[in-house]
């Protein structure tokens, strides 16, 4: 029986709290340096620069030339004030403005965007902990000021920042809800919410998100809804927890999009969701049912080969409205419970293989890539097929078997003899997935083996008639002339006709009768007999062929061979063609 998990959320609720402390976002943490004195968090491609007035932060590029000029942190951006120029507040003012505590919280003073809810004990925190305190107002319009300040961000394919960081800087932010939405001007967000904290529900229906939005280690604590949203670059969700129900409905990723490490407590569904970049779900974790429906992929296969690696799924998986040609997804994937994969016919489904997955791999240009591609849909066909297994459905498992053997087979790293196995077995039986042909090869076989029995057996050598070792002397002209003749039956009945005339033409009908009846009719009944009844054993009445089983001439030796071969090859395609009917009707 499979283990029965259970949820404790206070328990993963304090283990988050405990990661997200031990980051240090608190007020000091923020623009605390390394041994070099370089800032721990800063913000990249930006230096604070001193000026005659104060300080303010500038790009990195378009600062003065000043030889006091040093790395900005993510202190210095929430000491910057965006409406002003990025100019720098002190403490006191940020007091003043209640953007910092007074009072220490763990022994530290927070801005007000990253002061927890919880203490390292798990006891809340008054005032984060009351969603309907006036102070979130106050928070509200800070993240608005900077939401509007952000801009577009260069980011490169693995989704990070190539060299200044536009984005709001809201890693760490503990926030009761969704980001506020913006006039339609500055719609987009910029933003990067690693390690935040969303204290309830979260609506993102129809919201637009820039290049690099980032979600890392970020904990959503309540329903969670992303429908209609679109990311217009890279998004990255890694190591996520999603306490609540999520959906993803019409969602568009156009670049690369990763959930690796996430964890989905509650139930999942992604529909019509398109995946045009990389789609990685690595050791992601779903603990309650989940639902990828009408989800599209780009048509590049290795964008989504092997995306469930090491994925765990402890509850079903319902791919059932989703693309057949799908299989390398599931290489190295855990199902607890099982999958509803797509119910397609025979047909469509080998079709399916053959044109979407097969021919797409074999059309890359480096054997190594091709490899392994063929290994990701060799793996994610066995993770397939154990499903079927287990879901009792041998059709569908042998399907599955089927598609493993063809993407080993295709493999330049599979042993030849392997290789040449796979194809025969292919060509016989179509990997046990067909009835019809190994009974067609079945026919074809003894066909040709009664083909090669009848031109043995007309063989002159070894024809025996029946009583060719005996012979009588007939008389053609009284006491002249004699003939040595076989004591056939026929034969002697020719010796009571008068007459020398009489006698020979009645010898000729004679032997012209046994000798049509040895060189056709015999050797045919022989061949058909022999060829399509292999366990019979006709030489009790076809007795002049008993030299045939005599090793004392070739033909004799290859009539040995040619029975034990057909014999050899029929037992096989006999068992092909049972197992299939087995497999087909589920006969146990």
């Known amino acids: 029986m499979r283990e029965v998990r259970t949820f404790d959320a206070e328990a993963d609720t304090l283990l988050w709290w405990l990661n997200w402390y031990s980051e240090d976002f608190s007020w000091n943490g923020l623009g605390k340096l390394n041994a070099d004195g370089a800032p721990e968090k800063p913000w990249q491609g930006w230096v604070v620069v001193e000026h005659s007035g104060g300080h303010y932060c500038a790009v990195a590029r378009e600062a003065p030339n000043n030889i006091k000029n040093r790395p900005a942190s993510l202190q210095d951006y929430w000491r910057a004030d965006p409406e002003k120029n990025w100019m720098l507040r002190s403490d006191d003012e940020l007091r003043i403005s209640g953007e910092l505590t007074s009072e220490n919280i763990e022994g530290e003073h927070w801005h007000i965007i990253h002061q927890p809810s919880y203490d390292v004990d798990g006891e809340e925190i008054e005032w984060k902990s009351n969603y309907s305190h006036d102070k979130w107002k106050l928070v509200d319009l800070i993240i608005r000021k900077r939401l509007i300040a952000a801009s577009e961000t260069v980011v490169n394919e693995s989704g990070s920042v190539s060299e200044i960081d536009f984005r709001a800087q809201l890693n760490g932010a503990v926030l009761c809800e969704e980001l506020p939405i913006l006039d339609e001007s500055a719609n987009q967000l910029h933003v990067c919410l690693n390690y935040s904290a969303h204290l309830m529900h979260v609506d993102y229906k129809e919201r637009s998100f820039g290049p690099g939005a980032e979600f890392q280690n970020a904990r959503f604590g309540g329903y969670v809804n992303f429908e209609g949203s679109c990311f217009f670059g890279s998004a990255n969700f890694t190591n996520v927890m999603f306490s609540g129900s999520t959906r993803f409905n019409k969602v568009r990723f156009y670049k690369s999009t990763n959930f690796s490490m996430a964890r989905f407590v509650y139930s999942v569904?992604?529909?019509?969701?398109?995946?045009?970049?990389?789609?990685?779900?690595?050791?992601?974790?779903?603990?309650?049912?989940?639902?990828?429906?009408?989800?599209?992929?780009?048509?590049?296969?290795?964008?989504?080969?092997?995306?469930?690696?090491?994925?765990?799924?402890?509850?079903?998986?319902?791919?059932?409205?989703?693309?057949?040609?799908?299989?390398?997804?599931?290489?190295?994937?855990?199902?607890?419970?099982?999958?509803?994969?797509?119910?397609?016919?025979?047909?469509?489904?080998?079709?399916?293989?053959?044109?979407?997955?097969?021919?797409?791999?074999?059309?890359?240009?480096?054997?190594?890539?091709?490899?392994?591609?063929?290994?990701?849909?060799?793996?994610?066909?066995?993770?397939?097929?154990?499903?079927?297994?287990?879901?009792?459905?041998?059709?569908?498992?042998?399907?599955f078997y089927r598609f493993e053997l063809i993407a080993r087979r295709l493999q330049s790293t599979t042993h030849w003899s392997e290789r040449v196995s796979s194809r025969l077995f292919g060509w016989l039986a179509d990997y046990g997935l067909s009835v019809s042909r190994p009974l067609g090869c079945l026919v074809v076989t003894r066909a040709l083996c009664a083909t090669a029995y009848f031109g043995l057996a007309r063989s002159a050598s070894l024809l025996d008639p029946a009583g060719a070792s005996q012979s009588v002397r007939v008389a053609i002209a009284p006491g002249h002339y004699y003939l040595e003749v076989p004591a056939a039956q026929d034969l002697i009945l020719a010796q009571v006709v008068d007459g020398p005339s009489q006698r020979l033409n009645a010898l000729a009908n004679a032997s012209a009768s046994r000798i049509a009846e040895a060189t056709t009719k015999g050797p045919l009944l022989f061949a058909i007999e022999l060829g399509f009844i292999p366990v019979s054993d006709p030489m009790g009445h076809h007795t002049w062929a008993k030299d045939l089983s005599k090793q004392e001439s070739w033909q004799s030796a290859l009539f040995a061979f040619l029975r034990m071969t057909q014999r050899l090859i029929s037992l096989i395609l006999i068992f092909l063609t049972a197992l299939a009917l087995r497999r087909r009707f589920q006969i146990g």
């Open 269 to 399: 569904l992604f529909q019509k969701v398109l995946f045009q970049g990389n789609c990685i779900f690595e050791r992601a974790v779903f603990n309650s049912n989940c639902e990828f429906s009408k989800i599209e992929f780009s048509e590049n296969e290795v964008f989504w080969r092997g995306a469930f690696k090491k994925t765990l799924f402890e509850d079903f998986v319902d791919f059932s409205k989703s693309p057949y040609k799908l299989i390398s997804m599931f290489d190295g994937a855990r199902l607890d419970v099982g999958i509803h994969f797509p119910k397609l016919g025979e047909g469509d489904a080998l079709n399916i293989f053959d044109h979407e997955v097969i021919a797409p791999i074999t059309s890359l240009k480096g054997q190594t890539e091709r490899d392994e591609a063929f290994k990701a849909v060799e793996h994610g066909a066995q993770v397939l097929k154990h499903q079927m297994r287990l879901a009792s459905d041998p059709l569908r498992e042998q399907r």
